[in-house]
Structure formats: structure tokens, C-alpha cells
């Protein structure tokens, strides 16, 4: 019996040092992708070059919330990101680097909040590790977004850091700064307040006399800050941060998919044992900590799965649901392990069960890393395209791509995603109005050459085809420049005016 014994114990021993060297190495290959993609001079995802406008914009001095118009139309999104890029652009230049240096810093972030989460929580490093492996293993499930020149890594780092304040500090102090994080992650992306709302009603249950800080902070500086926002621009704050957004359509049927493809399939273990986690402190944690659990988990992925609704949303919105996953999952492998190896050799087996089945979990979400670096043929077509962009005399239209005429030192036009939202979501006279003026602009010819994708919004066909014909496409290839995460696309076609 002992030398079973002894056997079971290596290999519990083998399953945890080789459990904890794939979770290592999951972080590890993050930190070497987003170190190779952060230099890369193009687009990653297809958005990223609008972030770019929105950051030069601040820079430049101009109103980043304005009358929608063929120059410039923003993302419907708050400024908080695209003020914190621009800083950091401002220090180390133009291009992607500093907008997704923020991403990659926010992200890494991410994992050290995951990890000190669960340590704190169960006083193991091991399965603290557990878990910001398991987070980073999931990049690639989220569409390889974290190190993108997008808001979404700031979002969670932001709100991470506030459930960790709300988790471990009791201090008036800390649920004062805790509002002012929800506060900064609404400004950052607005689904942060139905995320955090959970979170804000355990407060108020939990003790009502200290949640008032909190709740008060939010309340004063998301209503303070929005009626100054608006007042600053015209009103047109309210319009792109609350307005477009309530008319965005909801496909019910995503909700089943969120928890079958987003959620069961692709984390089977994780998920079972998150569930194992709650379960099991809802019925034996102090009632604190079972409510904490139990609102952290409906906020974060509850907030993911309304995210997830919206038909033209991506798989970056499951960062949130991800991360709780990972926390819980960390934290119920620590029970589990604990009762495992609390009493005598015979739970033995059940602990290796146990690390058997995260290994298979972990090696389940391998990928292939080299698929998500742009290669030496991606980086010549960007440069040629460029030298393209250079010999064209006057203006250039790239609605899908607007950052591209900057490169050469020329103006950036309106994005074609945010054209869209507005052309999706409003029906009222500010749609007729930019339709109008972008028609003008095609009939009076404006621009030297127009740069299209494979697809275009069908109401400026007729006004594009009766006043541009298409010259060539823009790549001999048809394997390079594509962008590497969200939509798949690529300059395609140039358009040049029609000589009358």
C-alpha cells in the first residue's frame, strides 16, 4: 500500500509541475506574440485604424465627439482609452505602438489581478498561476484581441481592479475608489455599468451605510462628468455614447450560443469547476464571500452574454466572462486540491483525476501562434501599398482602412464602421445628412482615388459606380495583407474619377 502510495504521490507531483510549466508557457507565448505584433506598422484588426483617428484627433485639438460628417465620424465609444493612447503617443510617437502598448500593458495587468485574486483568496500561488495561465490560454479564443489597439484590455483591467478592491478592502477609502474604477471602465466602454451592477447591489446588501460611497461616487462622477462631456461637445457626447447604442439590434439566439460555443465547449472543465466554486460557497463559505462570488459571476458574464446579442459583436466581448471563469476556476481547484490531500492516501487518485482533467483542459485551447504574426510578405504589401498611396496626387478615400492615407502625410476620411453604426442606428435626419454629404462628395469627385474593400455599404453603390470606375485591384496576391483577428478583410479594389 505505501508503495502505491508513493507512486500516486509522483505522479500528483508530475501532473502539477507539468500543469503549472503549460500554464507558464500559455503567459509566456502571449508575452512573445504581443512583443512581435506591437511592431507591426498595419492594421491587426480591421478597427484599429479608427482608434488611430480618434487618438490623433485628441492630439491635434479637435473635438473628438462632433457632428458626424465625410471628415470624420467617432466610434460610439467613451474617451477614456483613446485620451490614455494619445498620451502615450504623445510620448512615443505616431503609429500603433503606443495604442497597443496600452492594450498590452492593461492585459498583462489582467493576469497579475487573476493571479492575486485566487492567491489571496485560496493562499495558493500554485493555483493562482492556475488561473492567469488559463486566462492567457483563452487569447486565442477571444479572438487574439488583448494586445489589439482597441478598448477592451483596459475595460477589464479596470474592472478586475475594482472586484479586487471590493473583495479584500473594507476601507471607506477603497469603496471611494472603487467607484471612481466603474466610473473609468464606463468611460472606457459602456456595457462596464451593467457589468458592475451586481457587484453594486452586493455592496448595498452587504453593508448599505458604506455602499452609499460607492454608489455615490459613481452616480456623481458618471453624471457629473456626462453633463460636462456634452455640454463640451454640443451635445454630441449623449448622441454616439447613448443614443446609437440604444438601437442596436439583439439576435436572441445568440444566447444560447454563448453558453454552448462560447462558454461549454470550449471550457468544459473550467466551467464545471467555476460552477463546483460557486456552488459550493453559496452553501458552505461565509455569506459574504459565497454573495461576492455569486454577483462577480452574474455581472461579468452576464454582462459578456448581453454583449454577445448584438449581431455584429466579436468574440473579444467574452474577456469578462473569461476572466471570472479563470478566477473561479483557480479558486475551486485550490478547494478541490485541499480536500483531496486533507485526509488519507485513498483521495489520492481523486486528486490526479482533478489535475488530469485541467491538463486536458489547458492542451484542449492549444494554437498555433504563428498564425497570428503578420509575415515578411504582409509587411511588403503594407509597404508597397503605401508607396501606392505616396504617387497619388490629392486626396484618398480608404473608408475601411482611414489611418492609411495618414502614413503618406495626407488627410483621413470618416471610417466605414463608424459610418455604418450611424447608418444602422439612426433614422433620423443626422443619417440623411451625412448620406448626403458622402453622395456629394462622390458626385463632385472629391477624391483622387477611393480604396475599397471586397464590400461597401449598397446605398453609395450607384453614386460610387456612376462617378468612379475601378482602375485595378490594390495586391497581385491573394493571400497577403489580410488583418488577423475580427473581420477578414483588406484593401481590395482602387477607384479612380470617371473622365466625362
Known sequence: ???????????????????????????????????????????LEWMEGGSLDQIYRILAGKALYARPSPEFVPFAYPPVYF?????????LGAGFLAARLVSVVSSLGCFLLIFLFVKRETGSRFSGLLASGLFAATYRLSGDWLDVARVDSLLLFLLLAML??????????????????????????????????????YCAFLNWRRSILLICTVAALIGISTLILNYIYDGWFNYYIFYLPRYHPLVRSMFVSFWTTDLISTLPVAFIMAIFCVFIQLSNSPHETSLFYFSMAAGMIGGACFSRLNPDSYTNVLFPA????SILFGTAISMLLKFAGEATSARRPLEIFVLLLCTIQFVSLAYNPLQLVPTREDWEAGNNLVNTLAQIKGD????????????????????????????????GAVRTALLDEIKQTLREKRFSAIILDSSYSTSLLEDLDRNYVMQ?????????????TGLKTRPEFIYVPRSN
Not at 488627410?411 to 464602421?417: D, L, M, R, V
Not at 485595378?472 to 488577423?484: A, G, H, I, K, Y
Open 396 to 427: 484618398v478615400f480608404v473608408p475601411y482602412h482611414s489611418y492609411l492615407p495618414t502614413l503618406v502625410g495626407k488627410s483621413s476620411f470618416a471610417h466605414g464602421a463608424a459610418v455604418g453604426d450611424i447608418f444602422q442606428s439612426d433614422e
Open 83 to 91: 485620451y490614455v493612447a494619445a498620451l502615450a503617443s504623445s510620448i
Open 322 to 325: 473569461y476572466a471570472a471563469v
Open 1 to 43: 500500500m505505501a508503495m502505491k502510495t508513493d507512486t500516486l504521490g509522483r505522479y500528483s507531483k508530475f501532473l502539477k509541475v507539468a500543469l503549472l510549466a503549460i500554464a507558464l508557457l500559455y503567459i509566456g507565448t502571449y508575452i512573445v506574440l504581443a512583443f512581435l505584433r506591437i511592431r507591426y506598422p498595419f492594421e
Open 164 to 201: 479586487y478592491l471590493i473583495r479584500f478592502k473594507t476601507s471607506p477609502g477603497s469603496y471611494i475608489l472603487a467607484g471612481v474604477l466603474i466610473s473609468l471602465s464606463f468611460f472606457t466602454k459602456q456595457t462596464a455599468l451593467l457589468i458592475s451592477l451586481p457587484i453594486m447591489l
Open 472 to 484: 485595378r485591384p490594390v495586391f497581385d496576391s491573394q493571400t497577403v495583407f489580410w488583418t488577423l
